[in-house]
């Protein structure tokens, strides 16, 4: 086993615990899980940037959320995340372009990856990058291994059609995503087996063909505005 199993027992006593003054009186256990976070992530970038340079120089307070919640606008105030989560993208956490999720949750962790939530001029443009391209995005997406681990590309699908497509081509399906991401559920024995970095990084690698094809656009899009 790993720390990481440190990390999810700390998550389970939050879990039933979720209130300021818990949390205060283990602070030091909430310090001591997120340096074993931090070292966790550090390992994820060093063992992965050989495949993809540019997340070489990131750091994990780059990739790691706030465990504090922002209560402001929910009816939901207990305080605290009873979940981890690293994103490591070149732009850091805050960016819009793709990049590698980890969540760390005792019974629902999960592999991700992708884009999350771009905004309508770039999810539009997305859209006819596939449209236009659907025999290379078909080849990333129908690829065995990348197949094996993620059974489903985009979430928060559109009910028809977006607008600006026709209706009755063979793969519209694959443009009514709002969000152009991929989930893989592991196991909280995955995540905290000895060689659970080794594992991880076999996941986040099937996913460089995709996350280049969608970030095609980004690029694009910046060349156009310089």
């Known amino acids: 086993m790993n720390e990481i199993g440190k990390v ?5 006593d939050l879990k039933k615990n979720n209130n300021r003054e818990w ?6 256990r909430y310090l001591e899980v997120k340096a074993l976070v931090d ?24 990739c ?14 207990t305080p605290y995340k009873t979940h981890i989560g690293i994103f490591i993208s070149p732009g850091g956490k805050k960016s819009i372009k793709t990049g590698y999720y980890i969540h760390l949750e005792p019974g629902n962790s999960l592999i991700g990856g992708g884009c999350w939530c771009p905004p309508a001029p770039i999810l539009k443009a997305i859209r006819r990058e596939i449209y236009d391209n659907i025999e290379e995005y078909l080849e990333i997406i129908e690829d065995p291994e990348f197949k ?4 489903q590309v985009g979430f928060d699908l559109l ?26 559920p592991v196991g909280d024995k995955f995540m905290k087996a000895p060689d659970a970095v080794k594992h991880i990084v076999s996941y986040l690698k099937t996913q460089i063909p995709y996350n280049r094809f969608i970030d095609y656009v980004f690029d694009e899009m910046e060349e156009e505005k310089d």
């Not at 070292?39 to 780059?62: E, K, S």
């Not at 977006?162 to 009755?168: A, N, T, V």
């Open 23 to 28: 949390f205060n009186a283990h602070k030091d």
């Open 8 to 12: 999810y027992s700390f998550l389970k």
């Open 159 to 184: 009910k028809t059609a977006p607008k600006g497509f026709p209706k009755d081509w063979e793969y519209i399906d694959l443009l009514k995503p709002r969000d152009y991401t991929m989930l893989a």
């Open 148 to 151: 094996s681990r993620y059974t």
């Open 39 to 62: 070292d966790f992530t550090q390992q994820v970038i060093n063992n992965m940037a050989p495949f993809d340079p540019r997340i070489a120089n990131l750091t994990p307070a780059d």
């Open 64 to 77: 790691t959320y706030r465990i504090y919640r922002d209560t402001r606008f929910s009816s939901d105030k």
